[in-house]
Nanobody
Framework: QVRLVESGGASVQAGGSLRLSCGAS????????MYWFRQAPGKEREGVAG???????TYVDSVKGRFTISRDNTKNTVTLQMNSLKPEDTAMYYC?????????????????WGQGTQVAVSS
């Protein structure tokens, strides 16, 4: 039984901050490449941030310098710290785990996915 549960989504004004958490059960996050994806209405799902088994991180250009992905192996959680939020960050944010480490090309049919948490940024 693998389960990923996101939390922390909220409505916030532009320039504000949020911290999203992804709690995992059934897997160890230290043994998977972990990712945050997001999907805004009418747009394709896009990879936002990833952390590899080596702990190297990767980000989509639009969030570099503002978002930080991290992993807490003792809590078996992955966090996305989101600072300087912009209205264009508004989306449903999903946590994903992938043993194949396919990066932002990970398909929804592959890996493990949470049900999402909503982030709304107003101007």
């Amino acid at each position: 039984q693998v389960r990923l549960v996101e939390s922390g989504g909220a409505s916030v004004q532009a320039g504000g901050s949020l911290r999203l958490s992804c709690g995992a059960s059934g897997i160890y996050v230290s043994r998977y490449c972990m990712y945050w994806f997001r999907q805004a209405p009418g747009k394709e799902r896009e990879g936002v941030a990833g952390i590899l088994i080596s702990s190297s991180t990767t980000y989509v250009d639009s969030v570099k310098g503002r978002f930080t992905i991290s992993r807490d192996n003792t809590k078996n959680t992955v966090t996305l710290q989101m600072n300087s939020l912009k209205p264009e960050d508004t989306a449903m944010y999903y946590c994903a785990a992938d043993s194949g480490c396919r990066g932002f090309r990970l398909r929804v049919e592959s890996g493990y996915w949470g049900q999402g948490t909503q982030v709304a940024v107003s101007s």
